[in-house]
């Protein structure tokens, strides 16, 4: 009983968190979007960028994206991340959006390739603090193929001076590009929230085995 009984707590407890999570990420996304500087200013502060409206200015450096694979609505393909060149030297990987299989190569959608200064808005994403487990398999630079956002290799494996990168991504909105592609707008927000029906379960499972000790008693008695 004290165990049916904890575990149903823990999960109202999870509820709270999971709920207080959503709410936060929902307010970050709809906020007035933040520069680069302003993101930084987060981090310094011990705050959570992820998820943030955001906002940066530069020069794409379209000779060096790198590949992500990825599906979206269902189709296999990559997710293009492209160094943004900033004014003051540094660099902001932008997840410029998705492309199919067969357009990996930049040279199969060239009016894409969008050239000089650039404005782009989305939201910051954090950077991975590793590897997100043993089944992921290992980034393949030779052929430029990443199963995990390793920012780090990704900028030392398109040659970009160390420590230059910013430690966030930035993925890019919906805006439309020439040519369509890459199809930006395919950051995915999806935080399970089964915490409820867990909690009903364990009590549930609890308030029947409060009956059945209960009926077992009674029949004792008699």
Known sequence: MAILL???????Q????????IADIEARRHADPLDVAGLEAVLREGGDVDYRAARAEGRYLNDKERHFL???NGEAGFYIYTPLALSDGRYLFVNRGFVPYDLKEPANRTQGALQGDQIVSGLARARLAGKPGFMVPDNDEAKNIFYWKDLDRMAASV?????TALPF???????????GLPRGGVTQIDLPNSHL??????YG???????????AYVRRKN
């Open 6 to 12: 904890s575990l149903g707590t823990w999960q109202v």
């Open 197 to 202: 029906q867990y909690a009903i379960t364990w």
């Open 14 to 21: 999870r509820l709270h968190w999971k709920e207080a999570l």
């Open 205 to 215: 499972l609890a308030f029947a085995l409060a009956l059945v000790c209960a009926f």
């Open 70 to 72: 990825a599906t979206f």
């Open 169 to 179: 991504f930035l993925d890019a909105d919906a805006t439309p590009v020439p040519g």
């Open 159 to 163: 040659g970009l001076p160390e420590n």
